[in-house]
């Protein structure tokens, strides 16, 4: 009996020890795991910010590269190609328009087409303005280019000048323009300096009070007024309409080129501002005509449209002429 007792007492303290050992080494297993997640978590947390540095350069481009009021860097770079002498817009102008007259270009962006204008067609005085301070900038140095280009040329020599999309200088033997040494003449046969002609500044035009003294024959509103739409909604856009109306002389000439409504589908993503005013839009581009005509008070219009050719893929855009 005594032995019997004593091989059960074994029997019950190994099996103790058995489930003992069982249950260190379950909450061993278990401690490993955990300590397993936490290490897999702590890497996850470790890579993040690794991810986040990949990431934010990208994003941060994005932003650099995001232009809410069509104030591209290089946007004479997507109009004008290689192959083309110029704007392919100015063999729509009319001479009249524009020479010996006072002008304004709103939205000038890099000012090509300011100085093209000013070159081809000898104004009195064009200034351009634009919102961008670097796109303003950008003017003014290719307007020195310019000029810096003019006063190089052989003494005595008529030479036409026209600047590329990216701001070079390329002449030519044409007579038609004369533009020698930086100096332009204007319509009433006076010579002035270039820089007297062409400036350019900052502005906000559907805000500036700035300009509410000037009075002007020739206004511009060139691929602006969707930016303007999409920034300021329809307020802004009659805002825009109303001023240049009030700024123009009797008789003066409004060219405006207005992007399509599929062009506001594709960049109204661009900011908040832009995507809460696409919602709310009323007025859409094939109403402006009518606006123009019969809210603002213009007198007559002309689509230039059917002239136009040689234009970059995306930019055959309608182009019209009011008449105070």
Known sequence: MGQDLKKKRKKRSR??????????????????????????????????PKQQQQGN????????????FGNYKNYYGYRISNDMDEDPRLKVL???????????????NSGIMTIHIANKFGCRSILGVDIDSSRVGDAQWHL????????????????????????????????????????????S?????????????????????NLDENRYDTILCLSVTKWIHLNWGDDGLITLFSKIWRLLN???IFVMEPQPWKSYEKNRRVSETTAMHHRTI?????????????????????????????????FDRQILAFQK
């Open 144 to 187: 020195r280019n310019f000029v810096r280009k003019q006063n190089h040329a052989k003494p005595g020599e008529k030479k036409s000048t026209s600047v590329a999309a990216d701001g070079v200088v390329h002449g030519s033997e044409e007579q038609s323009v004369s533009l020698s040494n930086g100096e332009a003449k204007t319509g």
């Open 282 to 314: 009323v007025l859409r581009p094939e109403h402006f005509q009518e606006i123009l005509l019969d809210k603002i008070g213009f007198r007559t219009v002309e689509d230039l449209t059917s002239s136009l050719s040689g234009v970059s893929k995306g």
């Open 94 to 108: 009319k001479k009249e328009w524009f020479q010996g007259k006072d002008c304004l270009d709103i939205g000038c």
């Open 15 to 48: 099996s103790k020890e058995k489930s003992v050992e069982l249950v260190v080494a379950n909450e061993a297993k278990q401690i490993q795991q955990q300590e397993q997640e936490k290490g897999e978590i702590a890497n996850e947390e470790n890579q993040k």
């Open 250 to 252: 009797p008789g003066g």
């Open 57 to 68: 350069p990208k994003k941060k481009k994005k932003n650099q590269e995001s232009f809410p």
């Open 189 to 209: 046969g006076e010579t002035k300096d270039l820089f007297q002609i062409v400036s350019f500044q900052k502005e906000n035009f559907v805000h500036t009070r």
